[in-house]
Every structure is written in C-alpha cells, then in structure tokens.
C-alpha cells in the first residue's frame, strides 16, 4: 500500500473542502507549531501528540477534536466519552465560514491537551 499524502486526501474532492481545511490549518497555527501527519483514512493534526483528526468527505470534512469535558452544541455530530476526563467530539464543516471563533476554541482547548 502507498503511503499516505495530504495531496491524495483531496483527490476528486470538492474545490471547497481543501479550503475548509487550509483555514483550520491556519486557525491551529495561530497556537503554534502544526504538523500534518497523513493517514490511510485522514489527516492528524500535531503538536507532540495529535489534537485534531480530519476525514476529508466528498463536499466537507469531518474533525475529531478532543475536550476534558462534553460539549453540547447541535454543531457537534458525534460524541465519545473516552475516560472520566477524556471526551472525542467530531464537528462536520461544509463551509470554510463554519471555521469561526466556535471551533477556534474548541481547537485551541484540543491542542492544549496535546502538549
């Protein structure tokens, strides 16, 4: 199996998604450092550790982002409670406006947990 790419994640994608993605990447360097590590089925976003997965989808993506807390929002399309401190949220952004100060904090509470 090749190995992974950021590039390859795009393939056939919809224009839109790699702009969703060049803002939160963008929004996650403002706190530093970011490293892409790409995977078979998505993209890790790194400092020290992963804060932030991102599954490219046909006209979006889909970011896990991780919290000491659960978060309520209708924003928020799964949720995992991985341990009593430890929850896993996935956010889907359609749009790169929906990277707004919302998932800007979420992604800035995630990174901190990453380092």
């Given at each position: 199996?090749?190995?992974a790419t950021v590039a390859a994640h795009f393939t056939g994608k919809d224009p839109v998604v790699r702009k969703i993605y060049?803002?939160?990447?963008?929004r996650a360097a403002r706190f530093g450092p970011v490293t892409e590590d790409p995977k078979q089925?998505?993209?890790h976003l790194t400092r020290g550790t992963a804060f932030a997965g991102v599954a490219t989808k046909?006209?979006?993506i889909v970011v896990t982002l991780k919290s000491t807390s659960d978060i309520r929002s209708a924003r928020i399309v799964k949720r995992l409670r991985a341990s009593a401190n430890r929850w896993y949220f996935d956010?889907?952004?359609t749009?790169?406006?929906?990277v707004?100060?919302?998932?800007?904090g979420w992604l800035a509470r995630s990174i901190e947990l990453s380092r």
């Open positions: 199996m090749p190995a060049d803002r939160l990447l963008d089925t998505s993209i046909r006209d979006g956010v889907k952004l749009s790169p406006a929906q707004d100060r919302q998932v800007t």
